[in-house]
């Protein structure tokens, strides 16, 4: 097993405590430090790995790749330094590989108990694993968050490219690569890791545009290659392309109306909001980002509604807000109480008069059916995900992740924008459909 970590000390601790629990004996693990400044590689000695330390920090591509060149075994498997294994994680991976000689590579997914309980990182994580259980279980590319291949199909193939100096889709490039020669990638659905990573909202978007969207992109115009799998399903591409028709036509319908109709969405939004902003607020100590933003947002929807003249939705909004607040701490402090269903109820039933309440001021005018049913749509072609996520938690999870999934299609087409610009900017270079060049020495 190679892990590469750059300053990763406590998540590195549970994920090799996480693998003293395998129940599958015959394994290394190497862990590359990728020239951290804490304390990683002490916590991979002291667990007994073979620990590589790189001189600088090169990215995680370099890193397995070194680790790789390090490895005994048949088979390699990479994981990342926030990722736990389950106690038969690795005898999965031995099983797979031995029943099929045909097999050049495996990967599985996320599980659907993230270890970060606040709102983002939740949906972040079980975002992805819902992708990975609706994906095909012929898979399109290879992952290294949890991903398995043959070491002498990994050193044909020279490894991870390092052209990737940050974690960003070199396991995607590989898989590319792997998938032009007809090698076979296998995704079990049952090979399901812990996630410890926990997402902020910038970090989120920094991730997604630069490090995955943008790159992927570049890559697919290299390859002319988009396979209708995992984040490229059609019901996705779609998604991406009503939500820019939802962006354009609340906009026409907001200067048709002087921006009489941005109130109640507004109102709904901030609604919404409230469950992201909540959760956040009872499971950490500083509090000052969330007040800040709800302050600000709150200020403004009710500086806007003033303006127009509709202040009547603010009392019901607050309730609601407030009755939402005191679920959140009421959950975290009680969170096995039978009157817990009560409340949540009662909850629910408040927040719900207010959603009424507040689309009952929506302007009534036939323009503004088009955004209506242009999000009616995309809620539809997505509705799997939220009830998902409503089975996973609960229905004030699901609604609270709509904006955020609405904004999650919206930079996609942003990044594919920009990386179709980038990729059609610079100078065109044939295309190595097998890169033999020794870049993983075995030395």
């Not at 549970?14 to 304390?39: G, R």
């Not at 995992?230 to 048709?256: C, E, F």
């Not at 909001?273 to 956040?280: E, L, Q, R, S």
């Not at 933003?293 to 200020?299: E, K, M, V, Y």
Request: overall charge positive; aromatic content about 12%.
């Amino acid at each position: 097993m190679v892990v590469p970590a750059h300053n990763s000390f406590r998540d590195l601790e549970l994920c090799l405590a996480a693998l003293n629990h395998s129940t599958y004996p015959y394994h290394e693990c190497i862990v590359v430090d990728d020239a951290s400044t804490d304390d990683t590689a002490k916590a991979a000695e002291a667990a007994g790995c073979f620990v590589i330390r790189q001189k600088t920090n090169t990215g995680p591509a370099a890193a397995r790749n070194a680790g790789a060149a390090k490895a005994t075994g048949d088979i390699l498997f990479f994981i990342d330094s926030d990722v736990c294994v389950a106690p038969d994680t690795l005898r999965r991976v031995a099983d797979h590989f031995a029943a099929d000689a045909q097999l050049d590579a495996l990967i599985g997914s996320y599980d659907d108990r993230p270890q970060q309980a606040d709102f983002l990182s939740q949906y972040k994580n079980l975002f992805h694993h819902f992708v990975h259980q609706q994906g095909s279980d012929v898979a399109s590319t290879f992952w290294s968050g949890c991903g398995a291949i043959r070491r002498d199909v990994f050193l044909r193939y020279s490894g991870f490219s390092e052209d990737y100096k940050r974690p960003a889709i070199e396991d995607i490039e590989l898989g590319y690569r792997l998938k032009a020669d007809g090698c076979k990638i296998v995704l079990d659905k049952q090979l399901q890791v812990k996630h410890l990573k926990a997402w902020t909202f910038w970090r989120l978007l920094r991730t997604d545009i630069f490090d995955r969207g943008i790159p992927w992109t570049e890559l697919i115009w290299r390859d002319t290659n988009m396979p209708p799998d995992l984040n490229l399903q059609i019901s996705q591409r779609i998604s991406v392309a009503l939500v820019y028709l939802l962006v354009l036509s609340v906009t026409g319908v907001a200067i048709y109306f002087q921006g009489l109709y941005l109130v109640p969405l507004l109102f709904l939004t901030l609604l919404l909001m409230t469950n992201y902003w909540f959760h956040g607020w009872t499971l950490r100590k500083n509090h000052g980002r969330q007040v800040i933003w709800i302050g600000l947002s709150l200020a403004a929807t009710m500086l806007m509604a003033w303006w127009h003249d509709m202040t009547a939705p603010i009392p019901p909004l607050l309730v609601a807000m407030a009755m939402l607040f005191l679920q959140h701490r009421f959950l975290i402090n009680r969170p096995n109480s039978r009157s817990k269903t009560i409340y949540s109820r009662l909850v629910g039933v408040l927040t719900g008069g207010a959603t009424l309440y507040i689309l009952s001021f929506m302007p009534l005018h036939p323009l503004v059916i088009v955004p209506s049913l242009l999000l009616i749509v995309i809620i539809f072609l997505n509705s799997q995900f939220y009830v998902f996520l409503r089975g996973r938690h609960n229905i004030f999870f699901a609604a609270a992740a709509i904006p955020f999934h609405l904004l999650y299609h919206f930079y996609n087409g942003v990044s594919f924008m920009a990386g179709t610009i980038l990729h059609w900017s610079r100078k065109k270079t044939p295309r190595v459909k097998n890169t033999k060049q020794a870049t993983v020495s075995t030395d």
